[in-house]
């Protein structure tokens, strides 16, 4: 009955955790502890492989800053820089030109038609926009008359895609001239975690019912000539757009994002700085007139020209860092939508099959293994495994595997399991441990627990060495001293030896008024238990001597005792039912050591050994042959031995 309640109590507790644990996972509550985990396997685990050599940025850094401002002005610079620099670049013969800026405002009418008339003629020219919330004051101005955004694409199962239809969201495009101009637009809107920090993105973004592709989307279609006017195809785990070969596919998330394969290196795609690229095509304004690189260093590359300056302020929070320049951000995801890879999360089933497996696992080792160490190792093992899997699944395969609630449904199962097996089951070996430790060293109760615990005392049968000892003419002192007097000594006597058993790992079996009955190799000390009791009588002996010098001081009667040990084959375990129940050792083994201790008056001796006993104490013991004798309720006779002396040595 005990054991039936005690498993449904742990079916209760793991159900409960489990059932706790999937309530945390739907509402969101394993998130941020999900997505930290997911930063540092990009930090830790990321590519093996070299990035892409097709993709260069052209960087707006620090430097360049520096330098044109003394040249060119203040930023924004003028649209001529731009118009120059995609001249300059189109002659290398691109696949595609990116510009990650919004080139909403206007300029002098004569230099935006100049810049308009260079995405022209260079006819793979990608920009930016944006969709941003506007305040009500530009929605009902200058912002109320945008109703479409050139460059939507048709996508068939569009359930799981974005949405931006919020009341005040509206795209801030570019120039209508430079709109017409380019060959795709690509929006740059963020899409961050609840935490701030950008870890997916989308790929298509839904606006007034219509779906428009994010900027790396739209430069991954120019680079591998997919019409706009093909449909794309999105799938719950992946989006499909053009040609089958040719096109792009991308494996997606539940919710229709992308997690781009982000790279940790700070040169992992070629960049170079824009003050280099400008000298190469106008030396005469820099410095030393120095050209660094020809047209075709572009040649047949994907080339995003974006900003790292300080005073850019385009960077966004990653999980490669908290200022990550905007074109590392569309790199990452446009080398994703060309190489087909991105990081890819097993479908939400598996997940939720993960926290029940690991929570029952956790359960099971808390309930199972009695030894709270080895159950702690199991868990501790089970999850350095299951990170292990994470880590090489991350990195080889690309698999977002979940590590936060899976792991937490192990580890609160593990400790809920435990705090209530303290509390009940726990309990009561709690109370078994102190009930033992009454009669046997603590050392020994811990083997008693290590080794299955209170399962060892229900019954076993093993050879073991039996001592019995009895104090010499008791009777006749306790009618010569008062109950008070004789209760004093017997106390200090009986402490003093119990004492000495268990500094030899003995076990008391129990007082029988003035006599000790113990035993060794119950519970460990298989090849030495003959050696331990005999070291222990004789102990008891020397200790016995000690304390009768104290007596005779304070004026009381002196003890005098008698041993015998015997080895054999025994019974051990519980006996009793119902309300009394004793630990004790049955058997012959046990009455020959009770008739060995009473042959001392006639030989005179203090300890007497069976011939067993005697074979089995190993080297460096002395001891005498006494006599072969008949032991009652025996057949043979018995050869007995007085013990000399036995080393401290080899115990």
Not at 7 to 20: D, E
Not at 332 to 345: D, I, Q
Not at 494 to 519: H, P, R, S
């Given at each position: 009955?005990?054991?039936?309640?005690?498993l449904?109590l742990?079916?209760v507790?793991?159900?409960?955790?489990?059932?706790?644990c999937?309530?945390?996972?739907?509402?969101?509550?394993?998130?941020?502890?999900?997505?930290?985990?997911?930063?540092?396997r990009?930090r830790?685990?990321?590519?093996?492989?070299p990035?892409p050599?097709?993709?260069i940025?052209v960087d707006?850094?620090?430097?360049?800053f520096?330098?044109?401002?003394?040249?060119?002005?203040?930023?924004?610079?003028?649209?001529?820089?731009w118009?120059?620099?995609?001249k300059?670049?189109?002659?290398?013969?691109?696949?595609?030109l990116?510009?990650?800026?919004?080139?909403?405002?206007?300029e002098?009418?004569?230099?935006?038609?100049?810049?308009?008339?260079?995405?022209?003629d260079?006819?793979?020219?990608?920009?930016?926009?944006?969709?941003?919330?506007?305040?009500?004051?530009?929605?009902?101005?200058?912002?109320?008359?945008?109703?479409?955004?050139p460059?939507?694409v048709?996508?068939?199962?569009?359930?799981?895609?974005?949405?931006h239809?919020?009341?005040?969201?509206?795209?801030?495009?570019?120039?209508?001239e430079?709109?017409?101009?380019?060959?795709?637009l690509?929006?740059?809107?963020?899409?961050?975690?609840?935490?701030?920090v950008?870890?997916?993105?989308?790929v298509?973004?839904r606006?007034?019912?219509r779906?428009?592709?994010?900027?790396?989307?739209?430069a991954?279609?120019?680079?591998?000539?997919?019409s706009?006017?093909?449909?794309?195809?999105?799938?719950?785990a992946?989006?499909?757009?053009?040609?089958?070969?040719?096109?792009?596919?991308?494996?997606?998330?539940?919710?229709?994002?992308?997690?781009?394969?982000?790279?940790?290196?700070?040169?992992?795609?070629?960049r170079?700085?824009?003050?280099?690229?400008?000298?190469?095509?106008?030396?005469?304004?820099?410095e030393g007139?120095?050209?660094f690189?020809?047209p075709?260093?572009?040649?047949d590359?994907?080339?995003?020209?974006g900003a790292?300056?300080t005073?850019?302020?385009?960077?966004?929070?990653?999980?490669?860092?908290?200022?990550?320049p905007?074109?590392?951000?569309?790199?990452?995801?446009l080398?994703?939508?060309l190489?087909?890879r991105?990081?890819?999360?097993?479908?939400?089933?598996?997940?939720?099959?993960?926290?029940?497996?690991?929570?029952?696992?956790?359960?099971?080792?808390?309930?199972?293994?009695?030894?709270a160490?080895?159950?702690?190792?199991?868990?501790?093992a089970?999850?350095?495994v299951?990170?292990?899997?994470?880590?090489?699944?991350?990195?080889?395969s690309?698999?977002?595997?979940?590590?936060?609630?899976?792991?937490?449904?192990?580890?609160?199962s593990?400790?809920?399991?435990?705090?209530?097996?303290?509390?009940?089951?726990?309990r009561?070996?709690?109370?078994?441990?102190?009930?033992?430790?009454?009669y046997?060293?603590?050392?020994?109760?811990d083997y008693i627990?290590?080794?299955?615990?209170?399962?060892?005392l229900?019954?076993?049968?093993?050879?073991?060495?039996?001592m019995?000892?009895?104090?010499?003419?008791?009777?006749?002192?306790?009618e010569?001293r008062?109950?008070?007097?004789?209760?004093?000594?017997?106390?200090?006597?009986?402490?003093?030896?119990t004492e000495?058993?268990?500094?030899?790992?003995?076990?008391?079996d129990?007082?029988?008024?003035?006599?000790?009955?113990?035993?060794?190799?119950?519970?460990?000390?298989?090849?030495?238990?003959?050696?331990l009791?005999?070291?222990t009588?004789?102990?008891?002996?020397?200790?016995?001597?000690e304390?009768?010098e104290?007596?005779?001081?304070?004026?009381?009667?002196?003890?005098?005792?008698?041993?015998?040990?015997n080895?054999?084959?025994?019974?051990?375990?519980?006996?009793g039912?119902g309300?009394?129940?004793?630990?004790?050792?049955?058997?012959?083994?046990?009455?020959?050591?009770?008739?060995l201790?009473?042959?001392?008056?006639?030989?005179?001796?203090r300890i007497?050994?069976s011939?067993?006993?005697?074979?089995?104490?190993?080297?460096?013991?002395?001891t005498?042959l006494?006599?072969e004798?008949?032991?009652?309720?025996?057949?043979?006779?018995?050869?007995?031995?007085?013990?000399m002396s036995?080393?401290?040595?080899?115990?």
């Amino acid at each position: 009955m005990r054991q039936k309640r005690t498993l449904i109590l742990a079916a209760v507790v793991g159900l409960g955790v489990a059932l706790a644990c999937e309530a945390l996972l739907v509402t969101g509550g394993f998130e941020f502890l999900e997505n930290r985990s997911f930063d540092l396997r990009v930090r830790w685990l990321p590519p093996r492989e070299p990035p892409p050599a097709d993709i260069i940025i052209v960087d707006i850094d620090n430097p360049t800053f520096d330098q044109f401002s003394r040249v060119v002005g203040r930023w924004p610079w003028t649209r001529l820089l731009w118009a120059d620099l995609a001249k300059f670049i189109h002659q290398g013969r691109p696949r595609a030109l990116v510009f990650d800026a919004v080139f909403s405002g206007k300029e002098d009418e004569d230099v935006d038609q100049e810049f308009a008339q260079t995405l022209r003629d260079a006819g793979n020219v990608v920009l930016a926009y944006d969709f941003v919330a506007y305040t009500a004051e530009y929605v009902e101005g200058a912002g109320a008359g945008v109703r479409e955004v050139p460059g939507a694409v048709a996508v068939e199962d569009t359930a799981s895609l974005p949405d931006h239809t919020a009341e005040q969201v509206k795209p801030d495009l570019p120039l209508k001239e430079l709109t017409r101009a380019a060959r795709a637009l690509g929006s740059i809107t963020a899409t961050p975690d609840s935490d701030g920090v950008n870890r997916r993105f989308a790929v298509l973004y839904r606006w007034n019912d219509r779906y428009y592709p994010s900027l790396a989307l739209s430069a991954a279609a120019v680079a591998r000539g997919v019409s706009a006017d093909a449909p794309a195809h999105l799938t719950p785990a992946e989006l499909r757009w053009g040609p089958e070969g040719s096109g792009l596919r991308v494996p997606l998330t539940e919710h229709g994002l992308l997690v781009p394969r982000w790279r940790t290196e700070r040169k992992a795609f070629t960049r170079l700085p824009l003050w280099q690229v400008v000298c190469s095509y106008a030396p005469e304004n820099c410095e030393g007139g120095k050209r660094f690189f020809a047209p075709d260093v572009f040649r047949d590359k994907i080339v995003i020209i974006g900003a790292s300056a300080t005073g850019a302020f385009d960077v966004f929070a990653t999980p490669i860092g908290e200022l990550t320049p905007g074109f590392l951000v569309h790199a990452a995801a446009l080398e994703s939508l060309l190489t087909g890879r991105a990081y890819a999360r097993p479908p939400a089933f598996w997940t939720h099959l993960l926290v029940v497996l690991l929570a029952g696992l956790g359960l099971a080792a808390a309930w199972s293994l009695r030894s709270a160490a080895r159950s702690a190792l199991v868990v501790a093992a089970v999850i350095v495994v299951y990170l292990a899997a994470a880590a090489v699944a991350f990195q080889r395969s690309d698999l977002w595997l979940p590590v936060a609630a899976p792991v937490s449904a192990l580890l609160v199962s593990f400790a809920a399991s435990n705090l209530t097996r303290y509390a009940t089951t726990g309990r009561e070996l709690r109370q078994t441990r102190q009930a033992l430790s009454r009669y046997m060293s603590a050392k020994v109760v811990d083997y008693i627990f290590a080794s299955g615990g209170p399962d060892q005392l229900r019954g076993q049968r093993r050879v073991i060495t039996v001592m019995f000892s009895d104090v010499r003419n008791f009777t006749q002192l306790s009618e010569k001293r008062s109950p008070a007097e004789v209760l004093t000594i017997l106390n200090r006597y009986l402490d003093a030896m119990t004492e000495i058993v268990f500094a030899y790992d003995g076990v008391v079996d129990k007082f029988i008024g003035d006599g000790i009955l113990c035993y060794w190799g119950a519970f460990g000390d298989a090849d030495r238990h003959a050696r331990l009791a005999a070291r222990t009588a004789a102990r008891m002996v020397a200790r016995l001597g000690e304390l009768n010098e104290n007596w005779r001081a304070e004026g009381l009667p002196e003890l005098n005792i008698g041993i015998g040990i015997n080895t054999g084959e025994a019974v051990f375990g519980n006996l009793g039912a119902g309300r009394k129940v004793e630990f004790t050792v049955l058997g012959d083994t046990v009455n020959v050591a009770s008739r060995l201790e009473a042959m001392n008056k006639e030989f005179g001796t203090r300890i007497i050994l069976s011939e067993n006993t005697e074979a089995a104490l190993g080297p460096g013991c002395e001891t005498r042959l006494l006599a072969e004798v008949a032991i009652r309720g025996r057949e043979q006779k018995m050869k007995v031995y007085e013990l000399m002396s036995v080393p401290e040595e080899g115990l």
